[in-house]
């Protein structure tokens, strides 16, 4: 049995200075001011008003073990939310592939304004191989009010074919935190290009 590979951490981040929330108001048409407060319920723990949601998935390669592929997973993140985005955790739910990896510098993440892709600033960018968990930190945190797109670049699609299931989980800023399930990213993967078909 092969030994476990080890799951690096990598950070990465733009400076805003004087800013504890990330609103780009003038592009996407409302503001958010960066000292709005947080819901909380009665023992101090923080959630989301309203739950942001999974809406689309899919991965720009499907035959098994490609390399330079992306997974696009895009969630709504209205303005209902109310809090402000922390971090989403992205887990392997369903599908195995002991060495499946992501590769942590080429991930990506967007605010879909209605004038187009914004790239939004991350921070701590980590994945565990126990747990088959990538978590994306943003930094500064994502204002709620349009869709948000998670670009997810692995090294190379899983080496055995089948329906993968990548679930998706939203946690807002706070100490104490209750974390919103968005739903499944479903990807299928190929043997060959004929599988596709009857």
Do not use: C, H
Request: hydrophobic content about 35%.
């Amino acid at each position: 049995m092969s030994p476990s590979l080890p799951w690096p951490s990598f950070r990465r981040g733009v400076a805003l200075a004087g800013a504890g929330l990330l609103t780009l108001g003038s592009t996407w048409g409302f503001l958010v001011p960066t000292s709005a407060p947080a819901i909380q319920y009665s023992d101090g723990t923080v959630g989301f008003s309203y739950p942001p949601r999974l809406t689309e998935s899919y991965a720009t390669r499907n035959l098994v073990s490609e390399s330079n592929v992306t997974y696009y997973l895009t969630f709504d993140f209205p303005e209902a939310a109310v809090e402000p985005l922390d971090r989403v955790v992205i887990r392997l739910n369903e599908g195995y592939d002991p060495i499946f990896r992501y590769r942590l510098e080429a991930t990506e993440a967007f605010a879909n304004t209605p004038n187009g892709r914004v790239s939004l600033p991350l921070g701590e960018l980590t994945q565990d191989q126990d747990s088959r968990e990538l978590t994306i930190s943003f930094d500064p945190p994502a204002a709620p009010g349009v869709p948000i797109t998670l670009a997810l670049r692995p090294v190379r699609n899983p080496r055995f074919g089948g329906v993968y299931l990548f679930g998706a989980t939203a946690y807002p800023v706070g100490e104490t935190v209750k974390s919103t399930f968005m739903g499944y990213a479903r990807l299928s993967f190929y043997e060959r290009d004929r599988d596709r078909w009857p």
